[in-house]
């Protein structure tokens, strides 16, 4: 089967899907709330020291959840990169791939690849890799999604996961991570990819946590 039928048989599926979704969503009329215990993201990882940044009222109305970290995390040497967390309980509609905002934003994309970081020995992460121009000059950012505690690279697989989960009544969430950088030195790209493999232990932990606080409140509701 070739790679244009292969897409073509995943959008339907997820087109389908998404139409079963709605219909549910309109016959229940149940209220989503969120859970992600995202405040216990440590603001010093390893060499890197964080801050929060300001999050307009508008994003969050965009993105249609609160569940939102922006940070700027700077090592001993001042060197910065950019965190964003974008999480949101069993809504699909807050996620989507990073690049459609840049463009819209008036940036210009450079090149889009995929691009595997070594964790540890035995793991890799499989992330896509952003670099654009803007009109303060190159920037680069790697982005990847999750659904549930499963990582993955491919949006609509993630879409997949979140729709499928929610029809079946299973407790599902779901999130973009991307980490960022100003400037286009092989220096800055193995300081950003160092912070990334730093920070995904922290991630999972927080995802596999808020599943398990959502678990627990749904068992609550239930009982009740």
Not at 86 to 97: G, L, M, R, V
């Amino acid at each position: 089967m070739s790679p244009f039928n292969k897409s073509y048989i995943v959008i339907i599926g997820i087109l389908s899907l998404s139409l079963l979704l709605v219909m549910k969503v309109e016959g229940s009329k149940k209220i989503l709330s969120s859970g992600a215990p995202l405040e216990t993201i440590p603001f010093y990882i390893g060499d890197w020291k964080g801050k929060d940044l300001e999050i307009s009222k508008d994003v969050y109305e965009v993105l249609e959840t609160k569940d939102i970290v922006m940070r700027e995390y700077k090592d001993s040497q001042g060197v910065p990169v950019w965190l964003a967390i974008i999480y949101s309980k069993d809504n699909p509609d807050s996620f989507h791939p990073p690049e459609i905002c840049y463009v819209g934003g008036g940036v210009k994309l450079i090149n889009k690849k995929k691009e595997k970081i070594k964790l540890n020995e035995n793991e890799y992460l499989t992330l896509n890799k952003l670099t654009m121009q803007t009109p303060s000059g190159i920037v680069k950012a790697w982005y990847w999604f999750v659904a549930g505690d499963k990582f993955m690279d491919s949006y609509y697989l993630q879409q997949f996961y979140l729709i499928w989960n929610t029809l079946i009544n299973r407790e599902t969430s779901g999130a973009l991570i991307r980490v960022s950088i100003a400037g286009n030195s092989e220096v800055l790209e193995e300081k950003a990819k160092l912070f990334i493999k730093e920070v995904v232990p922290y991630i999972r932990k927080i995802f596999k946590k808020g599943l398990l606080i959502m678990k627990i409140d749904s068992k609550i509701k239930n009982f009740s």
